[in-house]
């Protein structure tokens, strides 16, 4: 597949493919894996002078029946580009979470700019698990670091075994997809096209572990149609963080609200 034919729009709106376009992709992505890491330079550079927020993001809403969140995530989940937590995606999403269920809910996160899938794996073994919904916002420093289709399932797999080893074995889990990073500003057009294609593959990964574990929910990006080519020309990082929110606060709610239908209650073991 060359990349130069295929839209950004498309990559990320998940098209199907035969098993043998994806590998003829993988085998693109890899030969371009050093492009992709030069531009991992400068998302480091990038996020070591972007505004972040103090701390990690935390709260809660005081209502009765609290639900419980983690998130786990890397620059976005950090409250990229914002003056506090409270303006980020993670409270953004766990206030919509309150609003939709009617009920009070408490949140926390793991996070690090450069949190990968692998990582998380690792270091969601050592979390307190002891949550009603576990929310992962990962996706940009796997995408520059030319992460396999099958390291980012596997990682996945592990951290829902993990999350459901524990006190609550049918924890929801929500996946967000990967941001359409290739909008997020200018670059040039053979690199954006490089970035949607791993984002794809990524996407693609995300939503076929989704289909094969029950209670596995996974949250699209919220639609850009009314934006410019890129999101740094018609949208500031406030308005970004409350529109994936509500797209990931809709969805963490309506998985909540399943569980909740099978007789479980929240702040209970399961």
């Not at 085998?27 to 991992?40: A, D, Q, S, T």
């Not at 480091?44 to 009765?64: C, H, K, Q, S, Y």
């Amino acid at each position: 597949m060359d990349p130069k034919n295929t839209s950004p729009e498309r990559a990320t709106g998940i098209p199907s493919s035969a098993p043998l376009t994806r590998r003829v992709v993988a085998g693109f992505i890899h030969l371009f894996r050093p492009l992709l890491k030069v531009n991992l330079l400068a998302y480091r550079v990038d996020t070591a002078n972007a505004l972040f927020p103090i701390g990690i993001p935390a709260g809660e809403v005081d209502a009765p029946a609290p639900v419980r969140m983690l998130f786990v995530g890397d620059s976005a989940a950090s409250s990229y580009g914002v003056l506090n937590h409270g303006l980020g995606v993670v409270s953004q999403t766990a206030r919509n979470v309150a609003r939709e269920l009617a009920s009070g809910c408490t949140w926390t996160a793991i996070t690090d700019t450069e949190l990968t899938m692998a990582r998380t794996a690792t270091e969601i073994a050592h979390a307190d698990l002891d949550v009603d919904i576990v929310v992962i916002v990962l996706g940009p420093p796997d995408v520059l670091l030319g992460t396999t289709a099958t390291e980012w399932s596997a990682g996945l797999r592990t951290i829902i075994d993990t999350v459901r080893r524990g006190r609550h074995p049918d924890c929801p889990v929500v996946i967000a997809a990967v941001p359409p990073m290739f909008r997020f500003r200018a670059m040039p057009r053979f690199v954006q096209r490089l970035l949607a294609l791993q984002i794809t593959r990524l996407n693609r990964a995300s939503i076929t572990v989704t289909e094969s574990i029950p209670g596995i929910s996974y949250s699209p990006f919220p639609s850009l149609e009314t934006c410019t080519e890129f999101i740094q020309d018609s949208l500031n990082w406030r308005t970004v963080h409350s529109r994936w929110g509500k797209q990931l606060g809709a969805t963490a709610a309506l998985a909540l609200a399943s569980h909740l239908g099978k007789g479980h209650r929240i702040g209970d073991a399961d």
